[in-house]
């Protein structure tokens, strides 16, 4: 039995005591009771209010040493597959450096050899030519084929003809004087041909030059 049922026995039973009296003292208790429920509920919601910021408190917080650790080795991991890749990468670069100056000829070869398989059957079917006209036009053929091939792999012959001398093309050998003005400085003769390969001169053309 409760309190307040207890408190209302209580009034029921007072000798002397009238109706009005009693209502009185029932209701005075009902607030009573109310008011000590009201204050009862605030303190409970801050005890649980506290007890959940004392567990945030007491919660185990990050170590920042483990996680400078952390970072650490992921940063070393990051650099040691950097280096590997590169030192692959320089391994694979050496490799191929090599074997391009070693097999960088590859190309012209392979272009001359059908030249030289035509000047093979030239030389051996000559004492059967029936004139020198004919092994004569057909050592020109070869010899066209040659020009053509060169120029197929970017060498280009210099031209020298009434040309003016050029110290990028053509190397003076030779000065020839009493050729009048108009020859003046001028391409004469050339004694040695020379070559460009890819608009690069990789030998002059030796020159006789007008003085």
């Not at 509920?41 to 996680?67: G, R, S, V, Y």
């Not at 040691?80 to 890749?85: I, K």
Request: charged share 35%; hydrophobic share 35%; with cysteine.
């Amino acid at each position: 039995m409760s309190n307040k049922e207890n408190k209302e026995q209580n009034i029921n039973v007072e000798e002397g005591a009238t109706e009005k009296e009693v209502n009185t003292k029932q209701t005075e208790q009902a607030a009573s009771a109310d008011n000590e429920q009201a204050e009862t509920q605030p303190e409970t919601a801050d005890n649980t209010t506290a007890e959940t910021a004392k567990e945030a408190e007491e919660a185990p917080a990050a170590d920042p040493l483990a996680e400078a650790n952390k970072q650490l080795e992921e940063l070393k991991d990051k650099y040691l597959r950097t280096v590997a890749e590169f030192e692959n990468y320089k391994k694979r670069t050496l490799k191929e450096k090599a074997e391009l100056i070693l097999n960088g000829g590859e190309k012209t070869i392979t272009a001359i050899l059908p030249v030289l398989d035509d000047m093979e059957r030239a030389m051996a079917n000559a004492d059967k030519a029936d004139s020198m006209e004919k092994l004569e036009e057909g050592w020109e053929l070869i010899f066209k084929k040659f020009q053509t091939t060169l120029e197929g792999l970017g060498v280009k012959k210099i031209e020298t003809e009434d040309a003016d001398f050029n110290v990028d093309y053509h190397e003076a050998i030779a000065m020839v004087p009493g050729m009048g003005d108009n020859k003046k400085g001028k391409v004469i003769d050339c004694v040695q041909t020379g070559y460009t390969m890819n608009d690069k001169v990789i030998r002059h053309a030796k020159v006789a030059v007008g003085q």
